[in-house]
């Protein structure tokens, strides 16, 4: 009797510095949603309709991620660094999983909750920023780490980033 073996796993997974680097251009896109509210906060003008203007920003910035990946995974930084998001199950990203993998996106409302001083910060803001801190921090090494390189709601979202561009052998 033979022992049976299962096929290696031939997924091209993106690296870490792949993935970072579309990061960054996306992160750039939107940062263009915070201008203005930055610009008023800085001129001095305060308010609600201020605060309204950036949690319209986070929606939109999690809505670009959103829209860009549901479909065929690829928001304009994954485009340009030839990589997408995929189900596991499938080729294609449903929308239930680009909204779930997404939800870090909402991070930047995390700094109008927290006090400038995290030293007077309540409960609630401590666990805000402990969880930013432990998310920034920590999806860089559960993509290092884990097996299908994912962080931890892709972990969540069963989705996986993978390469598109197929990897062309080296010469020797």
Excluded: C
């Amino acid at each position: 009797m033979q022992p049976t073996s299962t096929p290696a796993d031939t997924t091209p997974y993106a690296p870490l510095w792949q993935r970072f680097a579309a990061v960054t251009v996306d992160e750039a896109i939107t940062l263009i949603l915070f201008a203005p509210p930055l610009l008023l906060e800085m001129s001095g003008t305060t308010g609600a309709w201020v605060l309204g203007l950036y949690v319209a920003g986070a929606a939109l910035r999690y809505g670009y991620f959103v829209f860009f990946e549901q479909g065929d995974g690829q928001t304009i930084g994954k485009r340009l660094l030839q990589i997408k998001v995929r189900s596991e199950r499938q080729d294609r990203l449903p929308l239930k999983e680009a909204l779930l993998r997404n939800l870090r996106r909402f991070d930047v409302l995390m700094g109008l909750a927290l006090p400038e001083d995290l030293s007077t910060a309540g409960t609630v803001g401590r666990l805000l920023a402990a969880l930013a801190i432990f998310y920034t921090a920590a999806a860089p090494i559960f993509i290092w780490l884990s097996v299908k390189k994912q962080r931890p709601l892709d972990m969540l979202a069963h989705t996986i980033v993978v390469r598109t561009e197929p990897v062309q052998p080296r010469p020797l």
